[in-house]
């Protein structure tokens, strides 16, 4: 069974807080995207990449970086975490663009 | 005006009725249609994709595309309890890798 794992379902940081999310797909994907989901806004893309150490900016990478130093792991950082920034996140892996395995989501709230 | 339209619900049904979901979009260089179901609290998941123009069935589910008028439609049939969920639209220009476009999400509610 495919699997994208994200480390943690809850999260509360504290503003101003270097803020980690650790996502993990076991199907050697080449595409992995971060997304944030808010209610009215639905999906929003934050990043991907599609390589090892590559990334990409999607629609709203301000206040965001990532990492990709191995082909399964694909980590979102928040550099210094805002209020704003309180959102449920959500990390994809996908071969083609037609099929997206979703994680769990992690729903940060930042204080 | 948002490339793809989706109308937010709630939507509330009874059991075993028809349900029709529809979204709308403005880029005409969309190819591949896709429709993906979410339970509350866990990731979205892909019902199924249709390609063009044209019906697809799997099942209870029915995905619909009209290009000419910019307008994809989810049938689900003998709707379930087990079908409440927010169903997303999402649409990209190829089958290679594009970016996604995902639309808000419609909150179905089926009533035993």
């Known amino acids: 069974d495919v699997k994208v794992t994200q480390s943690s379902r809850y999260l509360v940081k504290r503003t101003g807080e270097k803020v980690f999310l650790e996502c993990v797909q076991d199907?050697?994907?080449?595409?992995m995207f971060w997304y944030r989901q808010d209610p009215g806004l639905g999906l929003r893309l934050i990043y991907f990449s599609y390589d090892v150490k590559m990334k990409e900016k999607g629609d709203i990478p301000e206040g965001y970086s990532v990492s990709r130093e191995k082909k399964e792991r694909f980590s979102l950082i928040l550099e210094s975490a805002s209020t704003n920034q309180t959102s449920m996140y959500l990390c994809?892996?996908?071969?083609?663009?037609?099929?997206?395995?979703f994680g769990q989501g992690t729903r940060l709230t930042v204080v | 005006q948002k490339e793809v339209e989706q109308d937010p619900g709630p939507l509330s049904v009874p059991e075993g009725a028809i349900v029709s979901l529809n979204c709308t979009y403005s880029n005409s260089a969309f190819q591949y249609f896709m429709w993906y179901r979410q339970y509350s609290r866990k990731g979205p998941e892909l019902l199924m994709y249709t390609y063009s123009s044209g019906n697809k069935e799997d099942g209870r589910f029915t995905a619909q595309v009209d290009k000419s008028s910019k307008y994809i439609s989810l049938f689900i049939r003998d709707s379930q309890p087990s079908d409440s969920a927010t169903y997303l639209c999402a649409m990209t220009y190829s089958g290679g890798y594009q970016k996604v476009t995902f639309g808000i999400g419609t909150k179905l509610q089926v009533i035993p």
């Open positions: 199907m050697d994907h080449e595409n």
């Open positions: 994809a892996s996908s071969l083609v663009s037609t099929e997206a395995f």
